[in-house]
């Protein structure tokens, strides 16, 4: 099975963190949202994965070679963006008309029975009810789960479940053409390229679609939202003891992931903390937060926090927002 993964988006509402790392690459409990993505498809048997990278793309390119180069990896480059539609139009050379595809957002951590998806006789597209579907493209169902019509982020809604960004493609030809078609014709939604555009001009040229519900579903692009994201995968993470940081004077409070190089004295972390590799904490407190690696924190005391890579900390605060490479003495 091949994965197609677009990751070029410049996540402009994460702004500080992805002008210097790409939004994928954002830690949550231990590991890049991307590492969390990859897992999830390796586990269903997924061993061949196309990538359109654009903004920071040679990061990406580098993590996921040094921690998935067993598996067969492709690398696209999408150098405006133009939207999801285009990113997959982009890798055409690197599709089989002929074979199923799956398609995975970049920026999307979810759980869902993929291996019973795969066995499904006709397309399938990953949906999860949601409270406001303005923001997300939507699935419009008859009362057997059939899909009758798809709008991307409609002014009113007629149905609340949102699609979730999982794309399983049994007519993969014919994606291809309506992708062409909208492209070749400029059939863009609010500027861009749109996939949801694109299924549904398969739909209305008589393609059969289904959905299937995800269990877990993050759509990792504000910090409120992966903080809570960091903070459901610590409770699922097998917990470590940390002995050697309690003897050496801390307070270790659960759920946390501690990179085992970060070095923490005389501090209280917990609950729902990530830190990075490397990452040095001294005299601190800290809650609800993700640290990432070479951070420095002195004297802080902080809660519902993002912290950016290499960034320092010295002071007394509550709640922040900081980019990598900052720096900030209070």
């Not at 921690?67 to 997959?88: C, D, P, R």
């Not at 139009?89 to 089989?96: C, S």
């Not at 399938?124 to 057997?144: S, T």
């Not at 398969?202 to 059969?208: F, K, S, T």
Request: hydrophobic share 40%; with cysteine.
């Amino acid at each position: 099975m091949k994965a197609v993964i677009p990751v070029a988006g410049i996540g402009s509402r994460l702004k500080p963190h992805t002008q210097t790392q790409p939004k994928s690459l954002i830690p949550v409990a231990g590991k890049p949202i991307l590492g969390h993505i990859m897992d999830n498809l390796v586990r269903a048997g997924v061993n061949e994965f196309v990538f359109i990278i654009g903004y920071l793309g040679d990061r990406i390119e580098q993590y996921l070679t040094e921690n998935y180069g067993n598996f067969k990896l492709e690398f696209v480059i999408q150098t405006v963006g133009k939207g999801s539609g285009h990113a997959i139009w982009l890798a055409k050379d690197h599709i089989q008309p002929d074979e199923p595809l799956l398609i995975v957002l970049g920026d999307t951590i979810f759980e869902a029975d993929l291996s019973a998806v795969f066995e499904s006789p006709i397309s399938a597209l990953g949906v999860k009810k949601v409270e406001d579907p303005r923001m997300f493209g939507v699935a419009e169902v008859d009362g057997k789960s059939t899909i009758k019509k798809l709008v991307e982020k409609p002014n009113i809604p007629h149905s609340n479940l949102a699609l979730v960004g999982i794309y399983f493609i049994r007519e993969t030809k014919e994606l291809l053409d309506c992708l062409d078609y909208n492209i070749q014709n400029g059939i863009k939604n609010n500027n861009e390229f749109h996939l949801t555009d694109a299924l549904q001009c398969m739909i209305e040229r008589g393609v059969v679609m289904t959905t299937f519900q995800v269990s877990t579903w993050f759509d990792c692009g504000k910090r409120d939202i992966i903080l809570q994201t960091n903070r459901t995968l610590l409770k699922r993470r097998e917990q470590e003891c940390y002995a050697q940081l309690i003897k050496a004077g801390n307070i270790i409070v659960p759920p946390v992931y501690i990179s085992p190089t970060a070095k923490i004295e005389n501090s209280i972390i917990g609950p729902d903390v990530s830190i990075g590799m490397e990452a040095v904490i001294s005299r601190s407190i800290v809650k609800n937060t993700i640290i990432g690696p070479g951070a420095s924190l002195q004297n802080a005391i902080i809660e519902d926090s993002l912290i950016g890579s290499d960034a320092l900390l010295v002071g007394a605060v509550h709640s922040l927002n900081i980019g990598d490479s900052a720096e900030i003495n209070l």
